[in-house]
Protein backbone atom coordinates (compact mmCIF):
# COMPACT_ATOMS: atom_id res chain seq x y z
CA UNK A 1 0.00 0.00 0.00
CA UNK A 2 0.98 3.73 -0.84
CA UNK A 3 1.96 6.14 1.92
CA UNK A 4 3.00 9.79 2.00
CA UNK A 5 4.13 11.74 4.79
CA UNK A 6 4.79 15.40 5.56
CA UNK A 7 6.89 15.44 8.20
CA UNK A 8 6.43 19.48 8.93
CA UNK A 9 2.99 20.59 10.35
CA UNK A 10 4.01 23.81 9.45
CA UNK A 11 6.40 26.05 7.72
CA UNK A 12 6.88 29.67 8.61
CA UNK A 13 8.97 31.35 6.39
CA UNK A 14 9.27 35.32 5.37
CA UNK A 15 8.00 37.06 2.23
CA UNK A 16 10.61 36.97 -0.37
CA UNK A 17 12.70 34.13 1.10
CA UNK A 18 12.46 31.19 -0.68
CA UNK A 19 10.13 28.25 0.96
CA UNK A 20 9.89 24.44 0.79
CA UNK A 21 7.66 21.91 2.33
CA UNK A 22 9.14 18.46 2.18
CA UNK A 23 6.91 15.09 0.99
CA UNK A 24 8.26 11.57 0.92
CA UNK A 25 6.51 9.06 -0.47
CA UNK A 26 6.70 5.10 0.29
CA UNK A 27 4.96 3.08 -3.17
CA UNK A 28 6.14 0.47 -5.55
CA UNK A 29 6.72 0.85 -9.01
CA UNK A 30 6.86 4.18 -10.96
CA UNK A 31 4.35 6.52 -9.16
CA UNK A 32 2.58 10.27 -10.16
CA UNK A 33 2.89 12.59 -7.46
CA UNK A 34 0.55 15.81 -6.76
CA UNK A 35 0.64 19.23 -4.77
CA UNK A 36 -2.25 20.45 -4.33
CA UNK A 37 -3.25 23.93 -2.28
CA UNK A 38 -6.26 24.16 0.00
CA UNK A 39 -7.17 28.01 0.99
CA UNK A 40 -9.02 28.76 4.28
CA UNK A 41 -12.76 27.18 4.07
CA UNK A 42 -12.36 26.21 0.17
CA UNK A 43 -11.82 23.17 -1.54
CA UNK A 44 -8.58 21.85 -2.66
CA UNK A 45 -6.67 23.18 -5.53
CA UNK A 46 -4.50 21.15 -8.41
CA UNK A 47 -1.03 22.71 -7.90
CA UNK A 48 1.23 20.80 -10.69
CA UNK A 49 2.44 16.76 -10.71
CA UNK A 50 5.14 14.31 -12.17
CA UNK A 51 4.62 11.54 -13.74
CA UNK A 52 7.94 11.23 -15.80
CA UNK A 53 11.04 12.66 -17.36
CA UNK A 54 12.34 16.05 -16.44
CA UNK A 55 12.39 15.65 -12.50
CA UNK A 56 12.11 19.63 -11.70
CA UNK A 57 8.18 19.76 -12.52
CA UNK A 58 6.63 23.26 -12.51
CA UNK A 59 3.23 24.28 -11.94
CA UNK A 60 1.03 27.16 -11.11
CA UNK A 61 1.29 30.59 -8.69
CA UNK A 62 5.62 30.18 -9.24
CA UNK A 63 6.02 26.92 -7.42
CA UNK A 64 8.00 23.83 -8.61
CA UNK A 65 8.36 20.42 -6.70
CA UNK A 66 11.79 18.54 -7.27
CA UNK A 67 11.32 14.59 -7.66
CA UNK A 68 14.41 12.11 -6.17
CA UNK A 69 13.64 8.66 -7.00
CA UNK A 70 16.46 7.82 -4.91
CA UNK A 71 15.36 9.84 -2.02
CA UNK A 72 11.59 9.36 -2.62
CA UNK A 73 10.96 12.73 -2.13
CA UNK A 74 8.93 15.01 -3.98
CA UNK A 75 9.45 18.76 -1.80
CA UNK A 76 7.54 21.71 -3.08
CA UNK A 77 9.55 24.81 -3.41
CA UNK A 78 8.93 28.41 -4.53
CA UNK A 79 12.12 31.11 -4.59
CA UNK A 80 10.59 33.94 -3.11
CA UNK A 81 7.17 33.49 -0.88
CA UNK A 82 4.60 35.94 -0.98
CA UNK A 83 2.19 36.58 1.86
CA UNK A 84 -0.90 35.08 -0.55
CA UNK A 85 0.95 31.90 -0.46
CA UNK A 86 -0.10 31.07 3.33
CA UNK A 87 -2.32 28.15 3.13
CA UNK A 88 -2.55 24.15 3.74
CA UNK A 89 -0.54 22.36 1.08
CA UNK A 90 -1.02 18.42 0.58
CA UNK A 91 1.08 16.36 -1.11
CA UNK A 92 -0.29 13.20 -2.88
CA UNK A 93 0.74 9.93 -4.71
CA UNK A 94 -1.16 8.00 -7.36
CA UNK A 95 0.38 4.67 -7.77
CA UNK A 96 0.31 4.76 -11.47
CA UNK A 97 -0.68 1.84 -13.89
CA UNK A 98 -4.05 3.40 -14.52
CA UNK A 99 -4.87 3.72 -10.62
CA UNK A 100 -7.67 6.39 -9.86
CA UNK A 101 -6.52 6.38 -6.35
CA UNK A 102 -4.52 9.68 -4.65
CA UNK A 103 -3.34 8.84 -1.50
CA UNK A 104 -3.15 12.41 0.62
CA UNK A 105 -0.62 13.18 3.13
CA UNK A 106 -1.50 15.12 6.36
CA UNK A 107 -0.98 18.47 4.95
CA UNK A 108 1.82 21.20 5.86
CA UNK A 109 0.58 24.51 7.02
CA UNK A 110 2.46 27.40 5.23
CA UNK A 111 2.74 30.61 7.22
CA UNK A 112 4.47 33.64 4.96
CA UNK A 113 5.17 36.65 7.84
CA UNK A 114 5.45 39.91 5.94
CA UNK B 1 -13.68 27.44 -9.43
CA UNK B 2 -13.06 23.75 -10.43
CA UNK B 3 -16.68 23.34 -11.75
CA UNK B 4 -17.40 20.64 -9.25
CA UNK B 5 -20.50 21.66 -6.98
CA UNK B 6 -21.81 20.36 -3.88
CA UNK B 7 -24.46 21.45 -1.78
CA UNK B 8 -25.32 22.32 0.88
CA UNK B 9 -22.40 24.27 1.97
CA UNK B 10 -22.91 24.15 5.39
CA UNK B 11 -24.99 21.60 7.63
CA UNK B 12 -26.01 20.98 11.56
CA UNK B 13 -27.85 18.51 12.59
CA UNK B 14 -28.40 16.63 15.92
CA UNK B 15 -26.61 13.09 17.02
CA UNK B 16 -28.65 10.10 15.46
CA UNK B 17 -29.65 12.01 12.34
CA UNK B 18 -29.40 11.28 8.56
CA UNK B 19 -28.09 13.44 6.32
CA UNK B 20 -27.51 13.67 2.73
CA UNK B 21 -24.59 15.83 0.68
CA UNK B 22 -24.97 16.42 -3.12
CA UNK B 23 -21.73 16.18 -5.50
CA UNK B 24 -22.30 17.37 -9.25
CA UNK B 25 -19.16 16.25 -10.89
CA UNK B 26 -17.25 18.74 -13.73
CA UNK B 27 -19.07 18.39 -17.33
CA UNK B 28 -17.81 15.01 -18.67
CA UNK B 29 -16.17 13.92 -15.72
CA UNK B 30 -17.32 10.46 -14.96
CA UNK B 31 -16.00 9.65 -11.76
CA UNK B 32 -16.50 10.87 -8.55
CA UNK B 33 -14.71 10.58 -5.24
CA UNK B 34 -15.96 11.09 -1.88
CA UNK B 35 -13.44 12.59 0.88
CA UNK B 36 -14.10 13.29 4.74
CA UNK B 37 -11.43 16.01 6.00
CA UNK B 38 -11.13 16.23 9.56
CA UNK B 39 -8.97 17.50 12.18
CA UNK B 40 -7.32 14.46 13.64
CA UNK B 41 -7.41 12.27 10.74
CA UNK B 42 -6.85 14.64 7.94
CA UNK B 43 -7.70 13.87 4.54
CA UNK B 44 -9.56 10.58 4.03
CA UNK B 45 -10.44 8.72 1.12
CA UNK B 46 -14.11 7.42 1.63
CA UNK B 47 -15.36 5.92 -1.60
CA UNK B 48 -15.50 6.07 -5.34
CA UNK B 49 -17.79 6.12 -8.66
CA UNK B 50 -16.97 5.83 -11.86
CA UNK B 51 -20.06 5.65 -14.26
CA UNK B 52 -22.81 4.88 -11.49
CA UNK B 53 -20.66 1.69 -10.26
CA UNK B 54 -18.73 1.74 -7.17
CA UNK B 55 -15.28 1.42 -7.91
CA UNK B 56 -13.02 1.70 -4.60
CA UNK B 57 -13.65 2.20 -1.29
CA UNK B 58 -11.67 3.51 1.34
CA UNK B 59 -11.93 4.11 5.03
CA UNK B 60 -16.13 4.63 5.02
CA UNK B 61 -17.96 3.39 7.53
CA UNK B 62 -20.87 1.36 7.69
CA UNK B 63 -23.13 4.01 8.40
CA UNK B 64 -22.27 5.79 5.46
CA UNK B 65 -23.46 4.73 1.88
CA UNK B 66 -22.94 6.73 -1.52
CA UNK B 67 -24.42 6.53 -4.94
CA UNK B 68 -23.90 8.23 -8.66
CA UNK B 69 -26.81 8.35 -10.61
CA UNK B 70 -27.32 8.43 -14.60
CA UNK B 71 -26.63 11.80 -14.44
CA UNK B 72 -23.57 11.29 -12.95
CA UNK B 73 -24.27 13.36 -9.95
CA UNK B 74 -23.94 11.51 -6.81
CA UNK B 75 -25.17 11.76 -3.01
CA UNK B 76 -23.24 10.51 0.09
CA UNK B 77 -25.56 9.72 3.17
CA UNK B 78 -24.19 9.91 6.13
CA UNK B 79 -26.79 8.27 8.81
CA UNK B 80 -26.58 7.45 12.39
CA UNK B 81 -24.99 10.42 13.26
CA UNK B 82 -22.49 10.95 15.70
CA UNK B 83 -20.08 13.72 17.33
CA UNK B 84 -16.96 12.27 15.34
CA UNK B 85 -18.92 12.55 12.24
CA UNK B 86 -18.36 16.78 12.09
CA UNK B 87 -16.27 17.23 9.24
CA UNK B 88 -15.93 19.04 5.67
CA UNK B 89 -16.32 16.13 3.47
CA UNK B 90 -15.12 16.59 -0.05
CA UNK B 91 -16.12 15.64 -3.73
CA UNK B 92 -13.89 15.56 -6.68
CA UNK B 93 -14.38 14.58 -10.20
CA UNK B 94 -11.76 13.64 -12.68
CA UNK B 95 -10.55 13.41 -16.13
CA UNK B 96 -7.44 11.98 -17.33
CA UNK B 97 -4.61 13.71 -18.93
CA UNK B 98 -2.12 11.51 -20.70
CA UNK B 99 -3.45 8.75 -19.01
CA UNK B 100 -2.96 10.24 -15.56
CA UNK B 101 -6.01 10.81 -13.47
CA UNK B 102 -6.00 14.62 -11.96
CA UNK B 103 -8.78 15.01 -9.41
CA UNK B 104 -10.67 18.60 -9.17
CA UNK B 105 -12.33 19.12 -6.13
CA UNK B 106 -15.60 20.60 -5.16
CA UNK B 107 -15.90 23.20 -1.94
CA UNK B 108 -16.72 21.33 0.36
CA UNK B 109 -19.84 20.53 2.58
CA UNK B 110 -19.14 21.42 6.13
CA UNK B 111 -20.77 19.09 8.86
CA UNK B 112 -21.81 19.92 12.13
CA UNK B 113 -23.38 17.27 14.51
CA UNK B 114 -24.14 18.41 18.16
Not at chain 1, 44 to 58: A, R, S, W
Request: proline letters at 5%; aromatic letters at 12%.
Amino acid sequence: AQSVAQPEDQVNVAEGNPLTVKCTYSVSGNPYLFWYVQYPNRGLQFLLKYITGDNLVKGSYGFEAEFNKSQTSFHLKKPSALVSDSALYFCAVNPGAGSYQLTFGKGTKLSVIP
Amino acid sequence: DSGVTQTPKHLITATGQRVTLRCSPRSGDLSVYWYQQSLDQGLQFLIQYYNGEERAKGNILERFSAQQFPDLHSELNLSSLELGDSALYFCASSVAVAGVYEQYFGPGTRLTVT
